[in-house]
Structures are given as structure tokens and as C-alpha cells.
């Protein structure tokens, strides 16, 4: 499968913005969804995860309450709407697939390449 993130940019402490990743190849919904982040320098971190139905999200603690992960099968599409954004959201966003059902684990096979994000104070 292939991946497309888009919908990155440039947005003030507080604000909004709503990711999209668009995927190619292989039945989309046969996977589980991920997106992951990543500053230079700093390790990759995981963001949220949801389930091939779409009816399982699963969230990292610091986007908790923040972030919602959805998708639709018919569109080959997942998204990650991203609200009260704060300055420590920047980063490279990275969209993941993988056939694995284990929601929590981030043993992604696909990737897609990054959108940035940037969030200003």
C-alpha cells in the first residue's frame, strides 16, 4: 500500500488543523491506521492508531482529548483532526499501515512520507 499524508502547515497555539492521508494498492480497510510524529533530533512518537472498521481509536497520552483519528474505508482515507494545538505539536506527521489488528503496538509495515506542522506561541 501507499501512502499520501497531506494538510500540514502553519498555525497559531490554540488553532486547528485536520490531516489527511489517502492510501493506494491493497483493500484499505485490511489495516490498521496509525500516525506518528517525529522533531529532528528526537525519536519518532506515536500519536494515535485506529482500528480497520474504524471503531477503535487509540491515543498517545500527550494528544489525549486533542487529537481524533477517523477514516473512511470508501475513500481509502484516514484523518487526524488536531485541535487546541500547543507550540510541542510540532513536527513532521507521518501517516502508517499495517496488517497487524494490535491497535497499541507500532510494528507499522507502510509509510507514508511526512506533513509538517508547525504551531507558533
Known amino acids: 500500500v501507499q501512502l499520501q499524508a497531506s494538510g500540514g502547515g502553519f498555525v497559531q497555539a490554540g488553532g486547528s488543523l485536520r490531516l489527511s492521508c489517502a492510501a493506494s494498492?491493497?483493500?484499505?480497510?485490511?489495516?490498521?491506521m496509525g500516525w506518528f510524529r517525529q522533531v529532528p533530533g528526537k525519536e519518532r512518537e506515536f500519536v494515535a492508531a485506529?482500528?480497520?472498521?474504524?471503531?477503535?481509536?487509540y491515543y498517545a497520552d500527550s494528544v489525549k482529548g486533542r487529537f481524533t483519528i477517523s477514516r473512511e474505508n470508501a475513500r481509502s482515507t484516514v484523518y487526524l483532526q488536531m485541535n487546541s494545538l500547543k507550540p510541542e505539536d510540532t513536527a513532521v506527521y507521518y501517516c502508517?499501515?499495517?496488517?497487524?489488528?494490535?491497535?497499541?503496538?507500532?510494528?507499522?509495515?507502510?509509510w507514508g512520507q511526512g506533513t509538517l506542522v508547525t504551531v507558533s506561541s
Open positions: 502508517a499501515a499495517k496488517s497487524s489488528v494490535a491497535i497499541n503496538r507500532p510494528d507499522y509495515d507502510y
Open positions: 494498492g491493497r483493500a484499505f480497510g485490511s489495516y490498521t
Open positions: 485506529i482500528s480497520r472498521s474504524g471503531t477503535i481509536p
